[in-house]
């Protein structure tokens, strides 16, 4: 069975600092990944996707970026956090069957 | 761009049924989907209608009308597990790579 692994589920991190957050995904090949953020008590905002290794869509602009350096293995990154930054990321797979399954998400806090 | 409308908060009574309306403003519309999420928890996927029609899935109905941009999700026989929050989706010609759009979310507050 496919599975979706992200971490870490909770993360505090000071202005200016860098970060990775890291998801894996099990038991599939060639998934469409993708990376959401929901703010406290909004809906999710879709950040970037990819449809393969290397192949990153950016939808909003930001301080973030995504890479996909294997097939299964999905990752957020950014070189100086802001205090908007803060929210509930949210690493997502699906294979064109119109269903997203998430993974557990990573509470970020910027302090 | 895509735009979705849902209600922000429901409350109903345990075994009761509730519906959760959800309007859409979009391109290229392919489908829409509901998800539930519990507080804390991420969201998981619960129908998807392409159709005109009413889905049925156990306690769960979802309903989409393409020509009324509308659709609903109806919950039957409710139970305090279902306190949660149900965002609808779209998924259309805009999101790349079946990418989707999601609304605010609907926070359903069941009372006994």
């Known amino acids: 069975s496919q599975t979706i692994h992200q971490w870490p589920a909770t993360l505090v991190q000071p202005v200016g600092s860098p970060l990775s957050l890291e998801c894996t995904v099990e038991g599939t090949s060639n998934p469409n990944l993708y990376w959401y953020r929901q703010a406290a008590g909004r809906g999710l905002q879709l950040l970037f996707y990819?449809?393969?290794?290397?192949?990153i869509s950016s939808e909003v602009p930001q301080n973030l970026s995504a890479s996909r350096p294997q097939d299964r293995q999905f990752i957020l990154s950014s070189k100086k956090l802001l205090l908007s930054d803060s929210g509930f990321y949210l690493c997502a797979w699906t294979q064109g069957n119109y269903g997203y399954t998430f993974g557990s998400g990573t509470r970020l806090t910027v302090v | 761009g895509q735009s979705l409308e849902q209600p922000s908060e429901v409350t109903a009574v345990e075994g009761a049924i509730v519906q959760i309306n959800c309007t859409y403003q979009?391109?290229?519309?392919?489908?829409l989907s509901w998800y539930q999420q519990h507080d804390g928890g991420a969201p998981t996927f619960l129908s998807y209608?392409?159709?005109?029609g009413l889905e049925e899935t156990g306690r769960f109905s979802s309903f989409l009308s393409r020509s009324d941009s509308y659709g609903y999700l109806l919950l039957q026989e409710l139970q305090m597990k279902d306190s949660a929050s149900y965002f609808c989706?779209?998924?259309?010609?805009?999101?790349?790579?079946?990418?989707?759009?999601f609304g605010k979310g609907t926070h359903l507050i069941i009372q006994p």
């Open positions: 990819s449809v393969g290794i290397g192949q």
């Open positions: 209608n392409a159709l005109d």
């Open positions: 979009t391109s290229g519309f392919y489908g």
């Open positions: 989706a779209v998924r259309d010609s805009g999101g790349g790579a079946d990418g989707l759009t």
